[in-house]
C-alpha cells in the first residue's frame, strides 16, 4: 500500500478534510497521530486534544510530537473568516508553522510536510511585503501584528493562506539534505461544516465561484491529493502548491489573462 509503514501526523483531524485524510491515509497502510481542539471523529492510532492557539499548549504537543519520529506531517486545521482575525491568523499561519518547525527535526529522512492552503491564497506575489513583516511572528505578537499591518476580518483569511503558499515556496529546499520536502494543496469551495462560513464572510466572490462551478468539492476530492503528496512517488514535488479546485484557479488565470 501507497503509505505502508508511515506513521503521519494529521492536525484539524476532527471534522471535514482532515477526518477524510486521517480515513484515506490509514486505509493506505500508515498509523495515524491526530491533533485538534474537538475530540476525535474517527479511528486514529494516537491523539492529542490541544488548542493551537494556546502557545504553551503548543509547545508540550511539540514535544509529545517529536516521540513519534513520524514521516509526515499535514497541517490540516484551519479556521473560517467568520473567527477573530488574531485566531484566523494563529491558526492558519502561526501556530501551524510553529508546530512544523518545532517538529522538522524529528521528522524522518525523506518525509513529507503537507499545508493546506486555499484557493483564497491566490495572488499572494501582491502581498510581499505583508507576509515578510509576518515571518517570525510568534502566537503572543498576531495580535499587535493585525493591528499594525491592518489585518481585519475582511482580508485575514486570504493573508493567512498567501502567507502560507509563500512559506511553501520558500521552503522548497529547507530541509533537502535530509529529503524532507513541503507542498501546499489549495481546495476551492469544499462542502465541509465551514463552508457555510466562507459564503458568509465572502459574499459576492463566493456567490460568483458557485454560479461559475459545476459543483463545490467535497473532502473525498481533496484527502487523495495530500495523500499522494505524503507518499513516496511525490519525492521530487518540493514546494509546489497544487489547485485541487474544480479547475477554478485555471479559470482564473487563464481568462485573467485574456485567453478563454
Ligand atoms: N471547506 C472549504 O471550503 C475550504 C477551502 C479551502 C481550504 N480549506 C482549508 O481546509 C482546512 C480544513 O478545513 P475544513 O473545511 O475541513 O473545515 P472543518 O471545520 O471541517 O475542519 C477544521 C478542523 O480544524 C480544527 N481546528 C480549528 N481551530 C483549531 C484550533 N485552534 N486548534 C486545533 N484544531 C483546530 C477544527 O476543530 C476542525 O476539526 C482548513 O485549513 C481550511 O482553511 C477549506
Redesign the pocket.
Known amino acids: 500500500m501507497m503509505l505502508s509503514g508511515k506513521t503521519i501526523i494529521i492536525?484539524?483531524?476532527?471534522?471535514?478534510?482532515?477526518?477524510e485524510t486521517a480515513r484515506v491515509v490509514r486505509a493506505a497502510g500508515a498509523r495515524v497521530v491526530g491533533?485538534?481542539?474537538?475530540p476525535a471523529s474517527v479511528e486514529l492510532d494516537a491523539f492529542h486534544q490541544?488548542?493551537?492557539?494556546d502557545a504553551g499548549a503548543v509547545e508540550a504537543l511539540i514535544g509529545d510530537l517529536r516521540t513519534y519520529r513520524a514521516d509526515g506531517l499535514a497541517n490540516?486545521?484551519?479556521?473560517?473568516p467568520t473567527a477573530p482575525p488574531a485566531?484566523v491568523l494563529?491558526?492558519?499561519l502561526v501556530?501551524l508553522k510553529r508546530l512544523t518547525l518545532g517538529v522538522v527535526e524529528s521528522l524522518t529522512p525523506g518525509a513529507s510536510i503537507v499545508n493546506?492552503?486555499?484557493?483564497?491564497g491566490i495572488g499572494w506575489q501582491g502581498e510581499v511585503e505583508r507576509i515578510k513583516a509576518a515571518a517570525d511572528l510568534t502566537l503572543e505578537g498576531v495580535a499587535g501584528f493585525c493591528a499594525e499591518q491592518r489585518i481585519t476580518a475582511e482580508n485575514c483569511?486570504f493573508f493567512s493562506?498567501q502567507a502560507l503558499i509563500a512559506w511553501t515556496h520558500e521552503n522548497r529546499w529547507t530541509w533537502r539534505d535530509r529529503g524532507i520536502r513541503m507542498n501546499a494543496v489549495?481546495?476551492?469551495?469544499?462542502?465541509?461544516?465551514?463552508?457555510g462560513d466562507?459564503l458568509e464572510t465572502l459574499g459576492e466572490r463566493a456567490a460568483e465561484d458557485a454560479r461559475i462551478m459545476d459543483r463545490?468539492?467535497r473532502?473525498t476530492d481533496?484527502a487523495p491529493v495530500v495523500a499522494f503528496l505524503l507518499s513516496d512517488g511525490a519525492g521530487w514535488l518540493r514546494g509546489v502548491n497544487i489547485a485541487t479546485d474544480g479547475g477554478m484557479r485555471a479559470h482564473i488565470e487563464a481568462t485573467s489573462n485574456g485567453l478563454n
Open positions: 492536525t484539524g483531524v476532527s471534522s471535514g478534510i482532515g477526518a491533533v485538534d481542539r474537538n490541544v488548542d493551537l492557539t490540516i486545521a484551519g479556521v473560517p485566531v494563529t491558526v492558519n501556530a493546506l492552503a486555499s484557493l483564497a483569511y493562506k489549495s481546495p476551492g469551495p469544499v462542502d465541509t461544516p465551514i463552508l466562507f463545490p468539492g473532502p481533496i
